[in-house]
């Protein structure tokens, strides 16, 4: 699996397509298709296989950085 480390001067929140840019079942491109405040959604456009991250998830990563 494609994963690409988030930039420490970006957002705090980045969506699922900034760290994974690259379906892990199919190896197509992953398109968000959801983003709210709580929740963002990414799916690829070609298996439609999905990768939702919640909020909470980038705070306990923050927290592991500091």
């Known amino acids: 699996m494609a994963l690409h480390a988030v930039n420490p001067d970006g ?5 699922p397509c900034d760290v994974i840019e690259v379906c892990p079942i199919c190896g197509g ?3 968000a ?6 929740q963002k959604v990414c799916v690829c456009v070609d298996c439609h296989t999905s ?6 998830a ?7 950085e500091a």
């Open 11 to 15: 957002p705090l929140d980045p969506g």
């Open 29 to 31: 491109e992953m398109e």
């Open 33 to 38: 298709v959801y983003s709210r405040a709580h």
């Open 51 to 56: 990768v939702t991250v919640p909020a909470s």
């Open 58 to 64: 980038w705070k306990v990563k923050a927290g592991k």
